[in-house]
């Protein structure tokens, strides 16, 4: 008996594992056209008769298949009004494929958007969302609008819609009472949120829909059952896709495009979701509150050797048919100097700085105290506003010493702080080293003996060999703030 099972078993396994690799990548690259039309919301009474598309976590490494069929799909049913409900970009992912995308959008109602927590787990770049490139000013129309615990009245058809955003909460970014202020709460209005954790809150107020993502749908079938067996799991999967009412306010959460952790999707394909309004007969809007829905359509990006392996890349190798990294493209510290961490001589190392709205960094030749540039740093007000340079040089264990040079231009004492992480430290205070220090006016020369970077609360020293973060900031800041830094490096001298 055991003899005639082997040949089955042999062929059922490599057959099984098959199926179910061609089924993870349909659903990975197939999108799904979800259609709602809703009846009985006060929203109907500006939106009869207009479309509004939802996209959410869109987690954009290229423009690949599934993004031309999400522009194709956008291109053929016209929507008067798009509405994105962040995570644009793929982790740690480069900004510029996104950018190619949004410049594709452009609804006669406009496209409307919040950013997501991995926007925020790659501050650097970000501000090309907001900002005009390499400069301090917004842009003058920015597509979409992202709108950052703000809101904006549409005047359609003689009547107003407050479109409201309120930032990320994964990321504790979200201010609903900020934008609440300028908010006419007679008109309907729609909010934009990338969590649905803000649904009780949101509710609260009375938002006639709530739009947002985050969840993927789970991306693996499984997980909605797991949720069930593990609480502790992300709180926001008790929302993990489709309609919830709370009270008046109605929230959509969307399964989103992209992945995130794993690169495939197992029965949670992506969807685009596209919504219409009926007008409202009654006053009662949420009582008599009801969802209509067309079947959904399904489309298949299509099959390629590049996308099959983009799909199934567990590991992050680089794509296929890339170019090799060109040298001036590398970065992490000087190459020529290997104890100098940043000497802020080239553009490169304005991109190992985390950038985001609000701060600026541009090379500059004042207070220069070692080549031609230093860095000038614009930080403005807020808790912790400060700089965390990225892919630092690891080992700083065969010096002495740890040395930087800030000059303060204002005539104010600055409070100043420098934290150092090793690979033991994550984000606990008790486990990495932090050093207050007084930043006088003018050029403050900062050295600290390597010896003395220990942790905050257990008696142990800083592993030197595995540094893993370096980070400085401004505690407390009540008002925007210049600096300049340069020469930060480890020294053998005092």
Not at 123 to 131: A, D, T
Not at 299 to 315: D, Q
Not at 396 to 416: G, L, Q
């Amino acid at each position: 008996m055991r003899l005639r099972r082997r040949p089955f078993l042999r062929l059922f396994v490599p057959l099984f594992l098959l199926i179910l690799t061609g089924k993870a990548y349909y659903d990975t690259n197939a999108v799904e056209i979800r259609n709602y039309e809703m009846k009985n919301s006060s929203l109907g009474e500006v939106l009869t008769n207009l479309k509004v598309a939802h996209i959410s976590d869109l987690h954009i490494k290229k423009i690949g298949p599934r993004e031309k069929t999400i522009l194709q799909i956008l291109k053929n049913k016209k929507p008067d009004l798009i509405l994105l409900t962040g995570d644009f970009i793929a982790f740690q992912g480069s900004y510029e494929p996104l950018m190619s995308f949004l410049g594709q959008l452009d609804p006669p109602l406009g496209a409307y958007a919040v950013l997501g927590n991995t926007e925020y787990s790659n501050e650097n770049g970000s501000c090309i969302l907001c900002h005009k490139e390499r400069s301090k000013s917004l842009k003058e129309k920015q597509n979409p609008v992202f709108l950052r615990n703000s809101l904006i009245s549409l005047k359609i058809n003689g009547k107003n819609l407050n479109i409201a955003g309120v930032d990320d909460s994964v990321k504790t970014k979200g201010d609903l009472k900020t934008l609440l202020q300028g908010m006419n709460f007679h008109d309907p209005s729609i909010l934009l949120s990338h969590s649905p954790e803000v649904f009780e809150e949101a509710s609260g107020w009375g938002f006639d829909l709530l739009l947002c993502g985050h969840t993927h749908g789970g991306q693996i079938f499984l997980v909605r059952y797991l949720r069930k067996i593990f609480p502790l799991m992300d709180p926001a999967l008790d929302f993990i896709d489709g309609f919830f009412q709370k009270g008046k306010t109605v929230m959509y959460v969307s399964r989103g495009v992209g992945t995130s952790l794993l690169p495939f999707r197992l029965g949670v394909k992506p969807e685009i979701t596209f919504f219409t309004f009926e007008k409202n007969p009654t006053h009662d809007s949420f009582r008599n509150f009801a969802i209509s829905n067309s079947p959904s359509t399904i489309i298949f990006a299509g099959l390629s050797i590049s996308n099959i392996f983009e799909t199934f890349n567990l590991f992050g190798f680089p794509p296929l048919f890339s170019l090799p990294l060109l040298e001036r493209d590398r970065v992490g510290g000087n190459s020529n100097n290997p104890n100098i961490l940043f000497d802020f001589e080239s553009e490169s190392d304005l991109r190992r700085l985390n950038w985001e709205c609000q701060k600026w960094f541009e090379l500059s030749t004042e207070h220069v105290t070692s080549g031609k540039y230093s860095l000038k740093a614009t930080l403005p007000a807020g808790q912790y506003p400060g700089i965390n340079f990225q892919d630092i040089p690891e080992d700083w264990s065969k010096t002495p010493y740890f040395k930087m040079d800030i000059f303060n231009p204002s005539r104010e004492k600055i409070k100043f702080h420098i934290r150092v992480d090793d690979n033991k430290s994550g984000w606990k205070y008790a486990d990495r080293f932090d050093l207050d220090l007084d930043l006088r006016p003018g050029m403050n020369p900062i050295v600290v003996p390597t010896d003395s970077i220990k942790t905050n609360i257990h008696p142990r020293f800083l592993d030197l060999k595995n540094i893993k973060r370096l980070m400085v900031f401004i505690p407390n800041n009540l008002k925007q703030r210049e600096i300049f830094i340069d020469n930060i490096r480890l020294d053998r001298k005092a």
